[in-house]
């Protein structure tokens, strides 16, 4: 049996500023205090969107445990699992540039038919009909220019 150990990451400090300055702003008495009125509101300004079902668990968490109101700490230990998440399952910069470049042979900043075709033959193991890779190579050339660039590759990559 595989003994799996997830390491646990601290937050970088530029993700604890871009905490600090959301919970500053919706501190409106500054008081060093989140009313649990404002923290779903905060959250959704961050970019997260609770459903209705996590927003009451957070609200009566909140109520119960804080008096209804939250301290910078509490909100860290809101936000960190949530921030740390969404970085778990995105590939670095570096990583999509590296896949790109693979790609593109001639290194001229776009993957053409020809690389494509390439391309399509070493991940799928096999090679495809014309029609078949023109309408992958359509699909994914938004700009309609024949060529598949770095922003049309990394909107292909973020396709879910």
């Known amino acids: 049996m595989l003994d799996l150990c997830l390491q646990e990451r601290e937050l970088a400090q530029a993700e604890i500023d871009e905490l600090q300055e959301a919970f500053k702003e919706f501190d409106y008495d500054q008081d060093g205090y989140l009313n649990y009125k404002d923290v779903a509101e905060c959250m959704r300004t961050m970019g997260y969107m609770p459903t209705e079902m996590e927003l009451l668990e957070i609200v009566q968490q909140i109520k119960m445990r804080m008096g209804g109101l939250m301290d910078f700490d509490d909100f860290i230990e809101l936000m960190a699992p949530r921030m740390?998440?969404?970085t778990t399952d995105?590939?670095?910069?570096?990583?999509?540039?590296?896949?790109?470049?693979?790609f593109d042979q001639d290194g001229d900043g776009k993957i053409n038919q020809d690389e494509m075709k390439e391309a399509l033959k070493t991940l799928l193991g096999e090679?495809?009909?014309?029609?078949?890779?023109?309408?992958?190579?359509?699909?994914?050339?938004?700009?309609?220019?024949?060529?598949?660039?770095?922003?049309?590759?990394?909107?292909?990559?973020?396709?879910?």
């Open 127 to 160: 090679k495809l009909k014309k029609g078949e890779q023109e309408e992958i190579l359509k699909e994914l050339d938004v700009n309609a220019d024949g060529n598949i660039d770095f922003e049309e590759f990394v909107m292909m990559l973020s396709i879910q």
């Open 84 to 86: 740390m998440g969404e």
């Open 90 to 102: 995105m590939l670095g910069l570096k990583e999509v540039q590296s896949a790109f470049s693979q």
